[in-house]
């Protein structure tokens, strides 16, 4: 088991940056691929970034150039730095993870029931 909890969500004004963290405990797979989700009301939850055991990271259209994903696997924890917010209504980012995920990239599309282990989520607002 694998259980993931994320942390950094928050408000913050249009064209500024948040970063959200993703701390892993429990059993350690060597070949988990992880990604960041979101979901706001009303809305599908979508793939935003993904980072493959390899290393390899894939992300959302509307998000690139502005949203790196990263792991500091001393620390077991995934990171999503998010630049340049644009205002869009609230959504809760989750971090999620398992092995055998393949692709592990969000085109074609990350699928939700590929992932066996889910955080919590923390909420990310971006007012004018």
């Known amino acids: 088991q694998v259980q993931l909890a994320e942390s950094g969500g928050g408000s913050v004004q249009v064209g500024g940056s948040l970063r959200l963290s993703c701390t892993a405990s429990g059993e350690t797979y060597s070949e988990l691929c992880m990604a960041w989700f979101r979901e706001a009301p009303g809305k599908e939850r979508e793939g935003v970034a993904s980072f493959d055991a390899d290393g390899s990271t894939t992300y959302a259209n509307s998000v690139k150039g502005r949203f790196t994903v990263s792991k500091d696997n001393a620390k077991n924890t995934l990171f999503l730095q998010m630049n340049s917010l644009k205002f869009e209504a609230p959504a809760v980012y989750y971090c999620?993870?398992?092995?055998?995920?393949?692709?592990?990239?969000?085109?074609?599309?990350?699928?939700?029931?590929?992932?066996?282990?889910w955080g919590q989520g923390t909420q990310v607002a971006v007012s004018s």
């Open positions: 999620a993870a398992d092995e055998g995920v393949f692709p592990c990239t969000v085109d074609p599309g990350l699928r939700q029931g590929d992932f066996g282990y």
